[in-house]
C-alpha cells in the first residue's frame, strides 16, 4: 500500500505532485508528503491524517523546487505519526517506499555498529540511512542509490531524490509496482498510471528487480542483472479527468448507483450483439481441455470467487477451488493438469492475488483474470485478462467492482457451461437474454433505497450484526457482512444458514439483527426453517426476499425488504444491492467516513 509519486519538471512540482497524490489516496490515507530539491537544496513538508492537510501545510508553508517525490502512507510499520511520515530524510537523501523492507531490522542494526541511529519507527528510513551511508563513504548518489538497493529483502517502489542533483530521481521496483511517465522535457514516476494521467499517457512499467536512473533528457533502465535494457513505453488510455461525486454525497453512494449502467456496459463487451455468443477476448478459453479451476482472490473479489464457484460446478460441472489468495500463496497446493488458474481484483494490484498468480503461472493450463484496471500487474501477467468495465471505483468499499466482476465471472460460467455441453444453445441464449435485461432490474431494484435506509437506521445501533444465506446467498452473506464492518465498524459475521445451529445460535439473543438472504428458491423452504430457528430466539429477522418469499415467510419477521423477481443464477449479483445499501445507511447515520474507512486503503500491495 501507500502511493508514490516523483516528477522532474519544468515548472513548480509541489501542486503536481499533490494533484498525484489525490489520485493514489486509495492506497492509504494515514499521512502525507513531498520533498523537493529546490535551487540544489532539499527540503520537505510532511502531515498526518489525509492529503487536506497537506495541501493546507503547503499553503501556509509553501515548497519550491521543480524536482520532487511524494508519499501518501497507509501505516505498516509504525504509527501513522509526522515523524514516521514520508518522505524520509537521511542527510542529502530523501526517499519515498511502498512495500515492506522485511530484513530492516538488521540493516538497522549494521547501521548501529557503525554509530548510525535511527529516528523513526519506519522500515523506510533504513533505506535512506543506508543510502547516505554510502554517500558519506564517497559514492556517487547513482551508486549509493543502487548499492542500498542491493541490501534490502522484501517489497518496494522507491523513489530517491538527492540534495545538491535538481536532474537526478532514481526508482527502483520490487514486488510493488512501479510506472515511469514520459513527458516533454519532464519525466514522473508513480505507483500507477492514474496517478501520471494528468500529466503524460506515455508509460513505461518496470519490471520486478528494476532499477531506472531518470533525468529530464534520460531514462536509463538496469535490470536486476545489472544490465542495461530496453522497456517498452506505451500510450495508454486513462480518463485523465478530475473523479468527481456527482452530486452524491459519497463515492460509494454514486457507485452503487452507477451499477445498472456499469453493468449494461460490462455485458455489451462480452455479449455479441445479436445476443447469440459470449465473446471471450483474445482467442478466449478452451473449456473441453480444462477439467479444474483453481481461483485464489483476497476480500470481496474473494466472494466473488466463492458466488463464482457455485456457478462453475452447477451450471457448468466444473470442480472449482476457492481460497483466500494470502493462504494459498503459502500453501504449495498441487495444480494438476488441466487447471485454469483465476484470479479476481478490482485493483488488479493485490499483493497477495498476484503471489498466488505467480505460484501458478508455470503450474497451470492457463491463467486467467478479472480485474478493474487492465494496465495493472495481474491483468499483465495473465494469459487471458477479462475487464470487468467498472470505471474508476473510489470509494475504499467495494460495490459496482464487486457486481460487475459477479456478472463476468457468471458470462464465463455460461460459456464454459454452453462449450462443455452442459446448456443447450437454446439454454445458452435464454441465458443470455435474462442477464441483458439485469441492468433494467438493477435500476427497478434501486427503489428500495429508502426501505433499507429505515432498516440501516435501526441496525446502526447494534453491536453485532448477524447474516445468514444458503446456497449462492452464502457468499452475498459473508459480502455483506464485509461491507458492514468495514465502514460502519459495527461487528457482523456470516454464515451458512444451516451451519448456525452448529454454534452460532448461541449469539441470537433480543438484541442480535439477523439480516436473511433468501430469495424464492429451490433452498428457500431450508433457509425459511433456520430462521424460524433465530426467531423462536427473539432475534430480529431483516428478510431480504421476493414478493413471493415475502407473502409466504413474512409472519413475525422484524422487517422485510421486497426485491424484485429475478432469474436464480442473477440473484447474488442483484442482491448485492441491498446489502450496500444496508451498510452504506447504517455508516452514514454512524457519521463515519463512508469513503476512507479507518485503517484501509482501496489497493492492499503489502501481504
Ligand atoms: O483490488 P482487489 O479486488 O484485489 O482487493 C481485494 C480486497 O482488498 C478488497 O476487495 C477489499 O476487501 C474491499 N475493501 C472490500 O470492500
Redesign the pocket.
Known amino acids: 500500500m501507500c502511493g508514490i509519486v516523483g516528477i522532474l519538471g519544468q515548472h513548480e512540482v509541489a501542486p503536481m505532485l499533490v494533484e498525484a497524490l489525490k489520485r493514489l489516496e486509495y492506497r492509504g490515507y494515514d499521512s502525507a508528503g513531498i520533498a523537493t530539491v529546490n535551487e540544489g537544496v532539499l527540503g520537505r513538508r510532511r502531515a498526518i491524517g489525509k492529503l487536506v492537510n497537506l495541501s493546507d501545510l503547503l499553503v501556509h508553508e509553501p515548497l519550491a523546487g521543480k524536482s520532487g517525490i511524494g508519499h501518501t502512507r497507509w501505516a505498516t510499520h509504525g504509527a501513522p505519526t509526522l515523524v514516521n511520515t514520508h518522505p524520509h530524510r537521511a542527510g542529502a537523501v530523501a526517499v519515498v517506499h511502498n512495500g515492506i523492507i522485511e530484513n530492516y531490522r538488521d540493516l538497522r542494526a549494521e547501521l548501529a555498529e557503525v554509530g548510525i541511529a535511527y529516528q523513526t519507527e519506519t522500515d523506510t528510513e533504513t533505506v535512506a540511512l543506508l543510502a547516505q551511508h554510502h554517500l558519506e563513504s564517497g559514492m556517487s548518489p547513482i551508486e549509493a542509490a543502487r548499492a542500498t538497493l542491493a541490501k534490502l529483502e522484501g517489497a518496494y517502489a522507491l523513489a530517491f531524490l538527492f540534495d545538491g542533483e535538481p536532474d537526478l530521481m532514481i526508482a527502483a521496483r520490487k514486488g510493488s509496482p512501479l510506472a515511469i511517465g514520459h513527458g516533454e522535457g519532464e519525466v514522473y514516476v508513480g505507483s500507477d498510471a492514474i496517478a501520471l494521467a494528468p500529466m503524460t499517457d506515455r508509460i513505461t512499467y518496470l519490471e520486478e528487480g528494476d532499477c531506472a536512473i531518470l533525468s529530464r533528457s534520460e531514462v536509463t533502465i538496469i535490470d536486476a542483472d545489472g544490465q542495461t535494457v530496453q522497456r517498452e513505453a506505451r500510450t495508454i488510455r486513462i480518463d485523465a479527468a478530475r473523479i468527481d461525486k456527482a452530486g452524491h454525497k459519497h463515492f460509494m453512494s454514486k457507485e452503487i448507483a452507477e451499477q445498472p449502467t456499469v453493468i449494461s456496459e460490462t455485458l455489451a463487451s462480452y455479449i455479441a450483439p445479436d445476443a447469440s455468443d459470449i465473446i471471450l477476448p483474445g482467442d478466449g478459453i478452451d473449456f473441453a481441455s480444462i477439467n479444474r479451476i483453481t481461483m485464489a ?5 474473494y466472494y466473488a470467487c466463492l458466488t463464482a464457484k457455485y456457478w462453475f460446478e452447477q451450471l457448468a460441472g466444473l470442480p472449482v477451488e476457492v481460497d483466500f489468495a494470502s493462504e494459498f500463496r503459502y500453501r504449495t497446493p498441487p495444480v494438476t493438469e488441466g487447471t485454469a488458474a483465476l484470479f479476481v ?3 488488479g494490484e ?1 499483493a497477495d ?1 498476484l503471489a498466488a498468480l505467480r505460484y501458478c503461472a508455470p503450474l497451470a493450463q492457463t491463467i486467467l483474470a478479472v480485474t478493474n484496471v487492465p494496465e495493472s500487474s495481474i491483468a499483465r501477467e495473465s494469459d487471458l485478462n477479462m475487464p470487468i468495465h467498472a470505471g474508476v471505483e473510489i470509494g ?3 460495490t459496482k467492482a464487486f457486481t460487475c466482476q459477479l456478472t463476468v465471472l457468471l458470462l464465463l460460467a455460461l460459456k464454459a457451461a454452453h462449450a462443455r455441453g452442459r446448456l443447450t444453445d437454446e439454454g445458452f441464449k435464454a441465458k443470455l437474454a435474462s442477464l441483458r435485461s439485469l441492468p433494467a432490474t438493477f435500476n427497478q431494484a434501486m427503489s428500495i433505497e429508502e426501505t433499507v435506509r429505515g432498516v440501516a437506521l435501526r441496525i446502526s445501533q447494534s453491536r453485532d450484526v448477524l447474516f445468514l444465506g444458503r446456497g449462492r446467498m452464502f457468499p452475498l452473506a459473508l459480502e455483506g457482512a ?2 458492514l464492518k ?1 465502514i460502519s465498524y459495527i461487528h457482523a459475521e456470516a454464515y451458512a444458514s444451516g451451519e448456525l445451529k452448529h454454534g452460532p445460535i448461541a449469539l441470537v439473543d433480543e438484541q442480535m439483527p439477523v439480516v436473511v438472504i433468501a430469495p424464492r428458491d429451490a433452498l428457500f423452504d431450508k433457509t425459511v426453517s433456520n430462521m424460524q430457528e433465530v426467531m423462536a430466539r427473539g432475534g430480529k429477522v431483516i428478510l431480504i426476499t421476493d414478493a413471493a418469499g415475502a407473502k409466504t415467510a413474512s409472519d413475525g419477521v422484524w422487517q422485510t425488504i421486497i426485491m424484485p423477481d429475478i432469474d436464480d443464477d442473477l440473484a447474488p449479483i442483484l442482491y448485492a444491492i441491498p446489502v450496500q445499501f444496508l451498510a452504506y445507511h447504517a455508516a452514514v447515520a454512524k457519521g463515519t467516513d463512508v469513503d476512507q474507512p479507518r485503517n ?1 486503503a482501496k ?2 500491495t503489502v501481504e
Open positions: 482472490s483476497c476480500g470481496t473479489a481484483s478490482q485493483s493485490t492475488t475504499v468499499a467495494s464485509l461491507k468495514e484501509l489497493s492492499v
